[in-house]
C-alpha cells in the first residue's frame, strides 16, 4: 500500500515560516510527479507546487506562493518539502503531498494525482 506521511504543519503568526515533509518509499518516489495541494474551508483544492523526482527536477510553484514557498527533495530520503515563507492568513488550509508517476504537467490538477497523503494543518493568525 502506498503511503504518503506529510508532517510539518501548525499553527504561526502572519509573516512566520513552517517546513512541510512528505516521506514517501523509493518505489513511489522514483521518477514521480509530486505535489503539494492545499484547501481552505469552502474553497476547491489548489496546486501549490510540483516538481519532478527524475531527471532535471523540473519544479513549478503557484504565483499566489513564488517568491515565498519553495519546493524542494531529498532523493536519498524520498522526501519533498514545502519551505514556507512569509505566511499569510490567507496561506490557512490543510496541505496535501500527492505523487503520480511520470512527468508533471501543467497545470497541475488534483484528479491527475495517484496517491495522497493525510493532510497536514497550517493556520496563520494575523
Known amino acids: 500500500q502506498v503511503q504518503l506521511v506529510e508532517s510539518g504543519g501548525g499553527s504561526v503568526q502572519a509573516g512566520g515560516s513552517l517546513r512541510l515533509s512528505c516521506v514517501t518509499s523509493s518505489e513511489t518516489y522514483s521518477r514521480s510527479c509530486m505535489a503539494w495541494f492545499r484547501q481552505a474551508p469552502g474553497k476547491e483544492r489548489e496546486a501549490v507546487a510540483t516538481?519532478?523526482?527524475?531527471?532535471?527536477?523540473?519544479?513549478t510553484h503557484a504565483d499566489s506562493v513564488k517568491g515565498r514557498f519553495t519546493m524542494s527533495q531529498d532523493s536519498v530520503k524520498s522526501t519533498v518539502y514545502l519551505q514556507m515563507n512569509g505566511l499569510k492568513p490567507e496561506d490557512t488550509a490543510m496541505y496535501y503531498c500527492?505523487?503520480?508517476?511520470?512527468?508533471?504537467?501543467?497545470?497541475?490538477?488534483?484528479?491527475?494525482?495517484?496517491?495522497w497523503g493525510q493532510g497536514t494543518q497550517v493556520t496563520v493568525s494575523s
Open positions: 516538481i519532478y523526482t527524475g531527471v532535471g527536477s523540473g519544479r
Open positions: 500527492a505523487a503520480v508517476g511520470g512527468g508533471c504537467y501543467y497545470p497541475p490538477t488534483s484528479s491527475r494525482f495517484t496517491f
